[in-house]
């Protein structure tokens, strides 16, 4: 961060039951996600992406009361969600949350969401 700038950062965390996944996501370490956060957060991060690892994937729909008890344990974050979105119902909700952004890979891909869609939000 210190050659980049914080503000240039945007802070990937893999998530499995609240607790930070590493290597290729194949182990959960003791660091919970909020702790994570809130240290990086005090070293100046802002731009979050959280990627429940149980969800990725499966269009079951993504984390939202995850994320929601993110954004209030951590006041000025800007958090994007990663994984489960299925439709245009879960953009909708993720945006109701107070989420910055949704990251949407399979839905697209299977025609579940169209382009289309998305640009009117923007």
């Known amino acids: 961060m210190e050659q980049y700038g914080a503000e240039k950062i945007f802070l990937g965390a893999d ?49 939202t009361e995850l994320y929601k008890k993110i954004i209030g344990e951590l006041p000025g974050i800007r958090l994007t969600a990663s994984g489960g979105v299925s439709d245009m119902a879960d953009v909708e909700a993720l945006r109701e949350a107070g989420l ?15 382009m289309s869609e998305l640009k009117k939000l923007l």
């Not at 996501?25 to 992406?49: C, H, P, Q, Y």
């Not at 910055?100 to 169209?114: S, T």
């Open 15 to 63: 998530v499995k039951d609240e607790m930070i996944a590493v290597g290729g996501w194949l182990e959960t370490t003791g660091v919970s996600v909020f702790d994570f956060l809130r240290g990086n957060m005090a070293k100046g991060v802002k731009e979050i992406f959280c990627t429940d690892i149980a969800k990725d994937g499966l269009l079951q729909g993504p984390s």
């Open 100 to 114: 910055a952004g949704v990251i949407i890979g399979k839905a697209i891909y299977e025609g579940r969401i169209q």
